[in-house]
């Protein structure tokens, strides 16, 4: 857990001041006088900041002092002092916060303790300190459960398959720990799908999967390997080498995940594909080859996406298309040619988004359309973006 810092400036003199300043910001404890500090201050800092137990003197740690601290913050068992380090403190401790297993005394470490100390939500990892002899399997499925990468710490023999596969469920990147001899197709496609929801889109995730295959055995990349695996992360078509990419594994690629659609060699684009990419991403249109961009194309990638109007070539750029742009996204009238910026056109815009305004001809800026202008995105705008005679 984590609170503000004390940096309040103000003059402390007294045990109250100080009470009142730890109550506030348990790191007041930190600059506060030791001739000052006493039981009643030093519980009101470790409620607030379990941590800040570092700083209560050794005379005034006591088993209640410390029970508080790690009850706040499991790994303020590091300032605990070992004669106080009981069961109970610990087991609280762990239950807290599992990578306080780290400050338990090896005589302490029970099953128990160890199972309590995995069995939080991205602290699997915490099995790392757990004595090898208390290691089951039981315990490393419950760690692996919680955070997959507590997996580079599962002793060797008793890697399964099913702990294996649960590590990469959690985390894809525990591929990485995985033995080869574990290795099957279907446990590495488990892991290229879990990819997608573990790092977001784009160009990271591309990438993302892309190192993620390395750890794929080269056995097991086979045409049908990287078909199953497009169909369960379209960005894996970025690493698929082209003596594996085909029309069809392309157009499932696409169908799984449209960003995909960047990947497509072109020449195996079609008007078909391309439309299945824009209708549901219409930025995608900056990557459709120009041959394939049509009049209807193009007007179903602004109703999708009002900015991808940018990547609509001249001649296309009718007044019905750049009405359904800026409709979606008014300011996507600043890409529209200075001869279709009508008023009809002007007021769709800023109707759509009000900041629009600053892309309107001087001439169509009446007061009624900065009026609907302000109200879409407040006052600031009309003082921005109004013209002076305009301003009240």
Known sequence: MT??????????????????????????LKNMPESLKTPEICLAAVKKCGTVLKYAPAALKTAALCLAAVKYNGRALKYVPNELKT?????AAVKKNGWALEY???????????????????????LKYVPHELKTRELCLAAVQKNGWALEFVPEVLKTPELCLAAVRESAWTLQ?????????????????????????????????DSLLAYVPDVLKTSGFYRAAVQKNGFALECVPEQHQTPALCKAAVEQERHAFR????????????????E???????SVPEKFKTLELCLLAVQNHGMAFVDVPEDLKTPK????????????LQYVPWKLRTSEL????????GYALQYVPEALKTPELCLVAVQKSGWPLRLKYAPEALKI
């Open 263 to 278: 990947y497509v060699p072109e020449k195996f684009i079609t008007p078909k594909l391309c439309r299945i990419a824009v």
């Open 346 to 353: 002007c007021v769709a815009a800023v109707q759509a988004n």
């Open 87 to 91: 069961r109970e403190l610990c087991l």
């Open 280 to 286: 549901d991403r219409g930025y995608l249109l900056r």
């Open 3 to 28: 609170e503000k810092q004390d940096t309040a400036p103000k003059k402390r003199d007294t045990p109250e001041q100080w009470l009142e300043a730890v109550k506030k910001s348990g790191h007041a």
């Open 177 to 209: 720990y995985v033995p080869d001899a574990l290795k099957t197709s279907a446990l590495c496609l488990v892991a290229i799908q879990s990819a997608e929801g573990t790092i977001g889109a784009g160009e990271v995730l591309g990438y993302a999967v």
């Open 321 to 332: 298309i750049c009405l359904a742009a800026v409709q979606q996204d008014g300011r996507a």
């Open 104 to 126: 338990v005394p090896e005589a302490l470490k029970t099953a128990e303790l160890c199972f309590a100390a995995v069995q939080h939500i991205g602290n699997g990892r915490a």
